[in-house]
């Protein structure tokens, strides 16, 4: 996905189909590294978070906190329930996409304005 400053891309695990990180890429070295936030804080499989440290700088031999999960407490449709609430009490005027994505302890929603094109994301911690 093409954004202002940057590209944005998802790395999902092949044997399980869960999404496992979320990257930025610059459009102009090809530089890639990890997405801030969520990605890193409350991805419960690969995140800082975990007890694994940084994705990037120790690699993928970690071991976290606990069983990481991508069945979550709050489930899919309250995560857009909760997000398109946070929406409405800013009267942004934008809507939540039906496409949700579920990662390792949060999930990630996607913006619409009022024409119905894609401006932002928003996260749901699970």
Do not use: H
Not at 1 to 8: A, D, G, K, V
Not at 64 to 77: I, K, L, S
């Amino acid at each position: 996905m093409e954004f202002q400053q940057n590209f944005y891309a998802q790395v999902a695990e092949k044997s399980t189909g869960v999404n496992a990180f979320e990257l930025l890429i610059d459009p102009y070295t090809g530089a890639v590294w990890p997405e801030y936030g969520p990605n890193m804080m409350w991805n419960t499989k690969y995140g800082q978070m975990n007890g694994m440290g940084s994705l990037m700088m120790q690699g993928w031999a970690g071991q976290g906190f606990g069983q990481p999960t991508a069945n979550m407490p709050v489930n899919v449709e309250q995560a857009r329930k909760n997000a398109q609430e946070y929406l409405d009490a800013r009267k942004s005027g934008l809507t939540i996409e039906e496409d949700t994505d579920v990662f390792y302890g949060y999930y990630t929603l996607y913006t619409l304005d009022q024409n119905g094109n894609t401006v932002g994301m928003a996260d749901v911690v699970g």
